[in-house]
Nanobody, 128 residues
Framework: QVQLVESGGGSVQSGGSLRLSCVAF????????MGWFRQAPGKEREGLAS???????KYADSAKERFTISQDNAKNTVYLQMNNVNLDDTAMYYC??????????????????????WGQGTQVTVSA
């Protein structure tokens, strides 16, 4: 089994920055893709960015200008650097992970239904 634990969320003013972290525990050697998603109240879960075992990244259009995904394989940790945040970035942010598949590899960006393991989420609240 795999457990994902997010941290780094909190309150931030519009225009500020935040870095989210996600540590993977358990049978991590099976993981190939890691991703960040978010869900605002009343909205669907939205894929933001993904990274594979070799550091290749993909971004949703909504994230590519201000968000950066990175990883430290030695620490089993993936990060999401969020810059110049705005009120629309207020949401619960989730880390997810899954095995290799050609379907996921061929996606243009992260899709929630492709990911097998999920963290509990970390809340990000942006204020004016």
């Amino acid at each position: 089994q795999v457990q994902l634990v997010e941290s780094g969320g909190g309150s931030v003013q519009s225009g500020g920055s935040l870095r989210l972290s996600c540590v993977a525990f358990g049978y991590t050697s099976s993981l190939y893709f890691m991703g960040w998603f978010r869900q605002a109240p009343g909205k669907e879960r939205e894929g933001l960015a993904s990274i594979d075992l070799y550091g290749r990244t993909k971004y949703a259009d909504s994230a590519k200008e201000r968000f950066t995904i990175s990883q430290d394989n030695a620490k089993n940790t993936v990060y999401l650097q969020m810059n110049n945040v705005n009120l629309d970035d207020t949401a619960m942010y989730y880390c997810a992970a899954t095995w290799y598949s050609t379907d996921v590899a061929n996606r243009r960006g992260p899709v929630a239904t492709d990911f097998r393991y999920w963290g509990q989420g970390t809340q990000v609240t942006v204020s004016a």
